[in-house]
């Protein structure tokens, strides 16, 4: 193993343990030839180091730290600001195995392609090694990767995101584990490519450096390969939130919500109970990724595998998420924000905006500015540890029993404010047939409405024909499944104007939801109506004290209108044409909707 000869620190005795980590670095090396190899101990002292150098090269701007200690800003390639979804692929041996909605590569075809755009990409530079867990200290659910890279913003996102460096280095058992490569090469879009060996258990990205594509154990790992694993193993893993609220009576429900980019997601998981409803808690144990299993108890189990926030910049402030700005005070990175002249940062949606600074792309901005001075995904990475409210379950290597599920999207019209499915047969359809509108975390994709099932189309790691399937095997094996509803906040009156407050006062909904869910509630019956689509609340269902809105409004978020939901069904009936391995109960869902709504009045 010549290449280990440019190994750079001493660390290199806590992974010599391992020859599989000691193959996989050496055929990198071999391949991407870097000038040196680092081996990441995830210490405190390396931390300073690594910031100092990219501090030095540009690569980082280090901020006021008097106002922001511990703070740095990057910019990302103009051409590189987002998930570029179209140059995603998922590579199995068979086609089907990838199904319709992701892109294909035969595993042959994209190691070769990929093994020409990596060869010699990292000459003239250091190549990263970062051993990182997904997971809770001490959980069975954890999952081991090795990261390569050559960029040391990947290496400091990855502090955040994950546990890394030597504790996890000691767990590394054989070679169970995710094998990632990643080279910003030249940045090229052309030769971008972000591709999934779901058979291998190994992850190759090149030739970008924005977070969704680079950091391999985010979106990735936690989700493309995880919800393979989770298929063979018999769990899953999604995309969604994970938040407790207490009661004013001091019980405590566990809610997981699955959205797509852009729909509130991070702002709900932190939301702040209004004064109008005094008594209530809400402590955030993840925004973003949600892993989810049968305890033996029967009942739904989940733990957020991160340890970091990952998330949307713009429009993020003191009114809509007064928790994300108190986190992101210290510690953060920053990503394509404006850099202010006191070395301070600001964007789009936030207070006092400044007079000139410096836009995402480096260029002088003014506020007479006819561009934005942040990119519209600009993002900042920040621990979850500095969340001021963090549930103490977020450590909990058991996880947290699950009540609700929750499935949203962004909607202008046709679907009401909120309603529960059924079962949990027919929770599955309500996911299956999300459709939202799209937003800036994917490339190229403009405004559309689309189908986004469980909000995991650009993250399912496999045919989502199975993926169905396998959620619908899951409520067959639980003995006390959660509860399943559809939320949209989003919802406009035919001025274009929104008709729910949103932000702080969906607690409003959120404490209809779990009083749904509430073993000890006996009037659930009297505050839901049985409509063709759900149960939707009755009208004086959702507390409005303290908040301006009429009784007409309420009836409108609430409603159902038959040929809207009927032209829904029809593009539910395309979306499912895609799929050969679509399973009949789904179909039979459809179809059953169908005759409802035809029957209703």
């Known amino acids: 193993m010549e290449n280990l000869n440019k190994i750079t620190n001493k660390y290199i005795n806590n992974y010599i343990k391992n020859k599989y980590v000691l193959e996989f670095v050496n ?9 040196k190899i680092y081996f990441c101990n995830g210490s405190e002292e390396e931390k300073k180091f690594l910031t100092g150098e990219a501090i030095k090269t540009g690569e980082l701007i280090e901020l006021k730290q008097e106002k922001f200690p511990g703070c740095v800003l990057h910019r990302t390639a103009i051409n590189d600001v987002a998930r570029t979804e179209h140059l995603t692929y998922i ?32 000459k003239g530079r250091t190549m990263y090694v970062i051993p990182f867990m997904m997971g809770v200290p001490g959980s069975k659910m954890n999952k081991i990767g090795v990261e390569i890279t050559d960029s040391i913003y990947v290496v400091l996102n990855m502090r955040i995101m994950t546990h890394i460096g030597r504790i996890v280095a000691d767990d590394i058992i054989g070679d169970n584990f995710t094998k990632g490569l990643h080279s910003k090469g030249d940045i090229s879009l052309e030769k971008r490519r972000i591709c999934h060996f779901p058979e291998d258990n190994t992850i190759w990205s090149i030739n970008s450096g924005y977070g969704g594509n680079v950091l391999l154990g985010k979106k990735c790992l936690a989700l493309r390969i995880a919800s393979y694993l989770g298929r063979k193993e018999g769990w899953l893993a999604e995309h969604m939130l994970l938040m407790e609220i207490q009661t004013p009576d001091g019980k405590i429900f566990y809610v997981a919500g699955a959205f797509p980019s852009s729909c509130g997601k991070t ?36 733990i957020n595998p991160e ?69 519209p995904n ?16 977020f450590s909990n290597p058991k996880g947290v029993p699950v009540s609700a599920v929750l499935f949203g999207g962004r909607r202008g ?55 169905f399937a396998h ?17 949209n906040w989003f919802r406009k009156n035919r001025e274009g104007k929104f008709l729910w407050p949103g932000y702080g006062e969906n607690l409003r909904v959120i404490e209809w939801i779990i009083k749904q869910c509430d073993s000890d509630n006996n009037n659930k019956e009297k505050e839901a109506v049985e409509t063709p689509v ?23 978020l609430l409603s159902i209108d038959k040929n809207e939901w009927l032209e829904e069904a029809d593009e539910v009936e395309k979306f499912f044409s895609k799929f050969d391995r679509m399973p009949k109960e789904l179909t039979k869902e459809l179809n059953d909707l169908r005759e409802r709504l035809k029957n209703s009045k």
């Open 267 to 302: 702002n709900l998981s932190m939301l702040i109970p209004p004064e109008s409803l005094p008594g209530y808690k809400v402590r955030v144990l993840g925004d973003d990724i949600a892993w989810m299993y049968i305890g033996d108890d029967g009942r739904l189990w989940a």
């Open 27 to 35: 055929k990198s090396a071999e391949l991407c030839e870097p000038d």
């Open 91 to 122: 590579c199995t041996t068979k086609k089907e195995d990838a199904g319709p909605t992701n892109n294909w590569m035969a595993p042959k075809d994209a190691y070769e392609e990929l093994g020409e755009y990596f060869r010699d990409s990292m």
């Open 307 to 375: 340890a970091g926030f990952f998330g949307v910049v713009p429009g993020t402030n003191m009114k809509t998420n007064k928790n994300a700005m108190l986190t992101i005070q210290k510690n953060t990175i920053f990503t394509n924000v404006l850099l202010k002249e006191d070395k301070t940062v600001w964007w789009e949606g936030m207070e006092n905006p400044p007079d000139k600074g410096i836009d995402w792309k480096g260029d002088a901005w003014t506020k007479e500015s006819k561009e934005p001075g942040t990119h």
């Open 471 to 487: 959620w619908l095997d899951l409520g067959k094996r639980m003995k006390f499944p959660p509860k399943i509803f559809f939320v």
């Open 413 to 467: 019209n046709v679907v009401p404010l909120v309603y529960e499915s059924f079962n949990w047969k027919h929770g599955v359809f309500i996911g299956a047939t999300l459709r939202s509108e799209t937003t800036a975390a994917a490339m190229g994709l403009g405004k559309i409405v689309r189908n986004d099932p469980m909000a995991m189309i650009p993250f399912c790691g496999y045919n989502m024909g199975d993926y």
């Open 378 to 393: 600009s993002r900042f990475t920040t621990p979850t540890s500095q969340c001021p409210a963090l549930s103490s379950e």
């Open 534 to 556: 759900g149960y939707v609340p009755e009208i004086d269902a959702i507390n409005t004290k303290g908040i301006e809105i009429s009784k007409q409004d309420i009836k409108e």
